[in-house]
């Protein structure tokens, strides 16, 4: 089945412990991205990856990191958590090459609490 | 840099036709959609409309694109209580699809 996996789903963390969130997907896509979810404001993208190796800011990267060693992992990391931090974040992922029209493959989300 | 504002809330009673409007600022935008979030999901592509069409149909939605106005909505016929959820407008621009801004979502709320 195509799909994009994260983990974990839910996780409560405390100020300053570093974490990760995977996200994998099975679909031989070029292009991944990271959102936040937050009320009021939408989907906002921290970080995307047009290709292994290749990465860049979206509009709110601040305290965040990623990486794209492979193309089919987009781990978003949180160096020094903050309480601002708290959301819903989603990745997804994207076809490049070929005519398409763009559609975004979203992950199931995952639920963030700093405390 | 783009916008794009939707109302945040909509409330319709099962079988009435619901419409969801959103509006945008960017003028090089290529392509418009319309995701939909059911409660604890990832969004899924509903539908989309390339910026040289003015309508799409596809079974109950509709979509309407004013280009002058920069104005997209979809319509929902015979509205049911399996359309209660979260309807979030995007577009993308000719620079490149892989910066797709989305608003702030809708949700719609039937009442049986």
């Known amino acids: 089945e195509a799909q994009v996996t994260q983990n974990p789903r839910y996780l409560i963390t405390v100020t300053g412990k570093k974490l990760t969130v995977t996200c994998s997907q099975n679909m031989n896509h070029e292009y991944m991205s990271w959102y936040r979810q937050d009320p009021g404001l939408g989907l906002r993208q921290i970080y995307y990856?047009?290709?292994?190796?290749?990465?860049d800011k979206g509009d709110v990267p601040e305290g965040y990191k990623v990486s794209r060693k492979e193309k089919r992992n987009f781990p978003l990391i949180l160096e020094s958590p903050s309480p601002n931090q708290t959301s819903l974040y989603f990745c997804?992922?994207?076809?490049?090459?070929?005519?398409?029209?763009?559609?975004?493959?979203f992950g199931e989300g995952s639920r963030l609490t700093v405390l | 840099g783009e916008d794009v504002e939707q109302s945040l809330f909509l409330s319709v009673r099962e079988g009435d036709s619901s419409v969801i409007n959103c509006t945008y600022t960017?003028?090089?935008?290529?392509?418009l959609y319309w995701y939909k979030q059911e409660p604890g999901a990832g969004l899924q592509l509903l539908t989309y409309?390339?910026?040289?069409?003015d309508m799409k149909q596809d079974q109950r939605l509709t979509v309407l694109l004013n280009k002058k106005d920069k104005h997209l909505s979809l319509r929902i016929a015979d509205t049911q209580t399996g359309d209660s959820a979260i309807y979030f407008c995007?577009?993308?621009?000719?620079?490149?699809?892989?910066?797709?801004?989305f608003g702030t979502g809708t949700k719609l709320q039937v009442i049986p």
């Open positions: 409309i390339f910026s040289n069409m």
């Open positions: 995007a577009e993308t621009s000719s620079g490149g699809y892989q910066k797709v801004t």
């Open positions: 960017d003028s090089s935008s290529t392509y």
């Open positions: 990856s047009m290709n292994v190796e290749v990465t």
């Open positions: 997804a992922s994207s076809l490049m090459r070929g005519v398409n029209t763009g559609e975004l493959f």
